[in-house]
């Protein structure tokens, strides 16, 4: 059987290119995976902290300690209710055609788009390799299966030997796509998984914090 050493020794330019992109899709999808678990992370516990001093600004009904607290807050929930609180009191301070709580459901939708595409940034990376990555395997598959017809016509037989190394090569160049793609697609799916629940927890939050508004200061018009 022949050995790794022998076959990435054996690898023309083309399969070693192949090779190179395949570890470099890794890496990129490997680094946006764990920069997005640090990123969740530490959103969820920055929008822990600042979920109960909301809820405790909003009861006392100082909207603008809420917009305070928030500035100083990293989590995708401070954002958003910043956005929100902002708008509010804009709103209040300078009336137009519409009310208030309109104008800060407007902003809000707004903003819930901008903080969907912030926490699913780099994900459509993660995608790309899972997808892409085994048709590049079969890429080096064919260069391969190539290099040992080229061997067979070098030889001038059909002997095993003269084939062992470019079929091990396009084996390997398989196994390399599967080896990148499979743990590309599932932790697509994991971070998918997190992301919806994340921006399902802000949703709510959206709805709560209208509901608010609206039983305090009145709703919207053609609400």
Known sequence: MDSISQIINHMG????????????????ALAIFFERLFAYWRSR????VFAAEA?????ADDTEGLVKRAESNDGHLAKLLAAGAKTYLASKEKPSSLSPVEATRRE???KTEALAADVRRGMNVIASVG??????????????IITAFQGIAKE????LGSVSLGISEALYETALGLVVAIPAVLAFNWLSSQADSILLALEQARGEFLDFLEARHGKAHGS
């Not at 809820?55 to 009861?59: I, K, N, S, V």
């Not at 001038?156 to 002997?159: C, K, L, N, R």
């Open 45 to 48: 516990a920055a929008s822990r």
């Open 55 to 59: 809820r405790a600004l909003l009861e």
């Open 13 to 28: 330019p083309p399969a070693i290119a192949v090779a190179s992109t395949l570890l470099l899709m890794a890496l990129a």
């Open 156 to 159: 001038g037989s059909g002997g």
């Open 108 to 110: 809000l939708n707004r």
């Open 131 to 144: 997808s892409i990555a085994p048709f590049v395997g079969l890429l080096g598959t064919v260069f391969g």
